[in-house]
């Protein structure tokens, strides 16, 4: 085999390795939240509302700033 080959083969197979061993060891999340003590589990709800409402706050903003003339980041539309 030429050099390619070997060095296309060996780098599949290594990757394709990596690959296996991260699916099979990696909690996916259910998983750890399984593992989560009941407290912990509170704050990481609490964090992830949190999180959802800023996330929808801010897609809120992109679309009034979408419909409106102004830019986004002009200071002076603000007041």
């Known amino acids: ?45 609490r964090i992830k509302s949190e999180n959802e409402e800023k996330k929808q706050a801010l897609a809120e903003r992109i679309r009034e700033a979408a419909n409106s003339e102004k830019a986004i980041w002009d200071e002076r539309s603000k007041k």
């Open 1 to 45: 085999m030429s050099k390619a080959i070997k060095a296309v083969a060996w780098g599949t197979a290594i990757i394709g390795t990596g690959y296996l061993l991260m699916r099979f060891t990696v909690p996916n999340e259910e998983q750890m939240r399984a593992r989560l003590t009941p407290a912990l589990r509170r704050d990481a709800d």
